[in-house]
């Protein structure tokens, strides 16, 4: 009876393995491209309210590093949606991406122009978190991404 059971839990031990190793096969590329891309946007989000924590404390160099930051990670949205239509459940993104990608890269690299300018000295005088959020942000969400 003992050896039974054990061999009953071992049983159960390994399916539960097997059951956790299946799920984790199942997120499928258009989901791992979609974490990609929020995780990126949301680096984004970071980045910009740290250029704002930066020019608050009138740290110029943390705030020309976080530009700089940011203008690189730009670089990085077209990977995030690589495949075509990758729409998973909980994507906010618009299909119109996939239709007029030249935009929406024209978008991407107007993200990173307006980082880039930050990361000139003196620059960080011009810089309103608010004008370049709907600027250089919304720009793109306006047209690419559903609205909250
Ligand atoms: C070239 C287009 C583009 C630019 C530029 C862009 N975004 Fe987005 N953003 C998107 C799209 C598309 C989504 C929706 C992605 C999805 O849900 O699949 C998104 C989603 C987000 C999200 C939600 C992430 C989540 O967890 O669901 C945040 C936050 C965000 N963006 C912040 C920013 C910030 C801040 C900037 C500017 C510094 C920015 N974005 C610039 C296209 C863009």
């Known amino acids: 009876m003992k050896t039974l059971s054990r061999s009953v839990l071992i049983t159960i031990a390994i399916a539960l393995t097997m059951s956790a190793a299946l799920a984790q096969k199942q997120v499928t590329p258009e989901e791992r491209a979609y974490k990609f891309r929020t995780s990126l946007f ?4 970071w980045k910009l309210g740290q250029m704002a924590g930066s020019k608050g404390s009138n740290n110029e160099a943390a705030f020309i590093k976080h530009a700089t930051d940011l203008a690189q990670l730009s670089s990085l949205i077209e990977e995030g949606f690589q495949i075509e239509n990758s729409l998973p459940e909980g994507s906010k993104a618009k299909p119109e991406i996939w239709q007029d990608y ?5 978008r991407a690299q107007d993200l990173g ?6 990361t000139e000295s003196g620059a960080m005088a011009n810089f309103d978190p608010r004008e370049f959020g709907s600027k250089s942000c919304g720009g ?4 690419f991404k559903i609205k909250d």
């Open 102 to 106: 030249e935009k929406f890269q024209a």
């Open 113 to 118: 122009d307006a980082a880039m300018g930050f």
């Open 42 to 45: 949301q680096t984004f989000a």
């Open 140 to 143: 793109c969400h306006r047209d």
